[in-house]
């Protein structure tokens, strides 16, 4: 089973609640013409920021250290995605693979450097102490060009909702995940067959307790051991990929250089989406003590994404040498059947994945939370916690039914995948960067900034294409979750 389609998490930021009105009124504030632009901020802070002099004061109840927050957003990226890196790898060619992963995972920081930037100047602007990513697209739109203002609350809402479906397929999958594996492990050393449904009931309880964690800070330790499970597993399987000498690099079964473009359509959808977590950059930034150091050559989402670029390319290169076309959409199923250490990798892993179904939970929580708060006018504190703890226990018994229920629950999830995470990843934040710095960009046939944009636009629609044909292509065919893409 490929699974790089689970990767994103959120965590839980404090969160400012935006009506039209006072949205309309700090734009007017800032753009008393279509002309003005945050003139009396040097150019150099359009681009990187990297002190937070004009902004107002942040009121955190536990902010996050950098080390937290390094540890959190590894282990975004660090999950059972990473294991789908050498199936992705053979849909590709070791040469094409290779190249084309470090290119997208270019591509994607520096989208993520976009959000960042933007969301720092429009915080300047509207001096708000901090703004979620679907914010920054309603604010982008309203102080960008006069006919596109209109289409601004629904930006904010395509956006939620786009985090939203991918988060609740995140965590549906979660659960079947964790069971297969389960299953697999007892299985083989018990001796006896039990549906998966049943090991997917016995989630429920421990589940539904992990969410009851509201706390980014207290998620912390859990994050550090999710990243201790997934750092033991991969190296273990480091060693069962190098343990005997690789097999010799032509032969049959291996594409040296390029596979075909039917299987490239694959592997860009796949390592797409792999790599799409950028609904965790404004959160992480938002919740930490000083974060003038998320950004920078040195700083912390740079540090901790050029590990991930690594070890992707790492993973799907000698995995893929291991294992040839033998590879499976997990690495680990390609482990030996029976020993203890495979055994342990598989256990590890579901470990580590269902540590992260806390943190996967907290984006749902940030976008509907609020909206439900309001509409139910909760009158004290104690009310609203257990009003909250409801809802969580409600979102999880959702997934659960849906894991539950939907026997091709992956193949769909595969799809709305593919349509919104290289929409949030490649799409949004360049048109976002382009709505912002609209006066930095009134002559697009001279500025490569705008054209830039424009090219990481097209290249998000060709990886939508890519990925929703592949997705197609699966469900046509009537593929079993063990060939899934994502």
């Known amino acids: 089973m490929n699974f790089s389609l689970f990767l994103c998490f959120m965590a839980k930021y404090e969160r400012r609640d935006f009506d039209d009105q006072q949205l309309a009124d700090d734009a007017k504030k800032t753009l008393k013409a279509d002309t003005i632009y945050l003139s009396s901020i040097p150019e150099e802070s359009h681009w990187l920021l990297n002190e937070d002099d004009h902004l ?22 660090i999950g059972s995605g990473i294991l789908a890196m050498p199936h992705a790898f053979k ?54 060009p006069r006919p596109l203002r209109q289409f601004s609350s629904f930006a904010r809402m395509t956006i939620d909702a786009f985090l939203s479906v991918l988060q609740l397929g995140y965590c549906c999958v979660y659960f079947v995940f964790i069971a297969e594996n389960l299953k697999q492990v007892i299985e083989h050393h018990m001796g006896f067959s039990w549906p998966l449904q049943g090991y997917i009931a016995l989630l429920l309880v421990p589940m539904i307790l992990l969410s009851y964690i509201r706390d980014l800070k207290l998620l912390a330790p859990f994050s550090t051991l999710a990243n201790f499970f997934m750092a033991a597993a991969l190296a273990i399987i480091f060693y069962y990929i190098l343990r005997d000498p690789l097999p010799p690099l032509e032969r049959p079964g291996i594409s040296p250089i390029f596979a075909t473009w039917s299987q490239f359509a694959l592997f860009f959808g796949t390592v797409l989406c792999a790599f799409e977590g950028i609904g965790m950059v404004l959160p992480l930034q938002n919740n930490m003590k000083t974060p003038h150091d998320f950004g920078g050559w040195n700083g912390v989402l740079n540090t901790s994404m050029l590990i991930v670029l690594c070890l992707y390319i790492a993973v799907g290169l000698f995995g893929y040498l291991k294992y040839g076309d033998g590879v499976a959409g997990s690495i680990t199923l390609n482990l030996d059947q029976g020993e203890l250490l495979a055994e342990t990798v598989r256990l590890m892993v579901a470990s580590g994945v269902f540590l992260s179904y806390s943190l996967q939970l907290h984006i749902q929580m940030d976008i509907v939370w609020p909206f439900v708060k309001r509409r139910l006018s909760i009158p004290t504190q104690k009310l609203e916690l257990i009003a909250e703890l409801t809802f969580r226990t409600l979102l999880v018994l959702f997934t659960f039914g849906m894991a539950e229920g939907i026997a091709n629950l992956g193949l769909f999830i595969s799809l709305v995948g593919a349509l919104s995470s290289t929409s949030l990843a490649l799409i949004f934040p360049p048109l976002i960067n382009i709505l912002t710095r609209w006066n ?4 697009p046939k001279t500025n490569w900034k705008f054209w830039k944009d424009v090219s990481i636009m097209i290249i998000g629609v060709l990886g939508s294409v890519a990925g929703t044909y592949a997705s197609l292509q699966n469900i046509m065919k009537g593929s079993q979750s063990q060939e899934m893409i994502y």
């Open 440 to 443: 930095d960009t009134l002559e």
């Open 56 to 77: 107002p004061e942040r009121e955190i109840k536990n902010p996050t250290s950098s080390s937290d927050t390094m540890f959190h957003l590894l282990k975004g990226y």
């Open 91 to 144: 849909n590709a060619g070791l040469v094409v693979g290779t190249l084309t992963t470090l290119i997208i995972g270019i591509i994607c920081i520096h989208t993520m450097h976009i959000l960042v930037n933007c969301a720092g100047d429009l915080r300047r602007r509207t001096q708000s102490p901090q703004l979620s990513f679907a914010q920054v697209a309603e604010i982008a739109f309203r102080v960008g």
